[in-house]
């Protein structure tokens, strides 16, 4: 398991930017492959970006895509979210995930550990 922390979450007005983070404990986090996902009130939960454990492949879902660059530094056991030109849609609470010795899914149920989540709200 991997104990994760997100942070970096706020309010910020349309077409700002935000950087996310999630810090990860363990020395399996170089195995995890990770990803984001968010879930906006009455909504269900969607993937929005994931990457390789060697930082080689990224996957973004197609709403977020061109604005929105998952990254990882494996030295810090951390990987980020750079949100920018954001939308009132992507109101929601950001989760981090990882999937110890799997890919750069899409799928929730492809990950394993979970943190607490961290709020984006979008102004108009």
């Known amino acids: 398991q991997v104990r994760l922390v997100e942070s970096g979450g706020g309010l910020v007005q349309a077409g700002g930017s935000l950087r996310l983070s999630c810090a990860a404990s363990?020395?399996?986090?170089?195995?995890?492959?990770m990803g984001w996902f968010r879930q906006a009130p009455g909504k269900e939960r969607e993937f929005v970006a994931a990457?390789?454990?060697?930082?080689?492949?990224?996957n973004y879902a197609d709403s977020v895509k061109g604005r929105f660059t998952i990254s990882r530094d494996n030295t810090k056991n951390t990987v980020y979210l750079r949100m920018n030109s954001l939308k009132p849609e992507d109101t929601a609470v950001y989760y981090c995930?990882?999937?110890?010795?799997?890919?750069?899914?899409?799928?929730?149920?492809?990950?394993?550990?979970w943190g607490q989540g961290t709020q984006v709200t979008v102004s108009s």
């Open positions: 990457i390789s454990w060697s930082d080689t492949n990224t």
């Open positions: 363990g020395r399996t986090f170089r195995s995890a492959a």
């Open positions: 995930a990882a999937n110890l010795y799997g890919s750069a899914s899409n799928r929730a149920d492809h990950f394993g550990s």
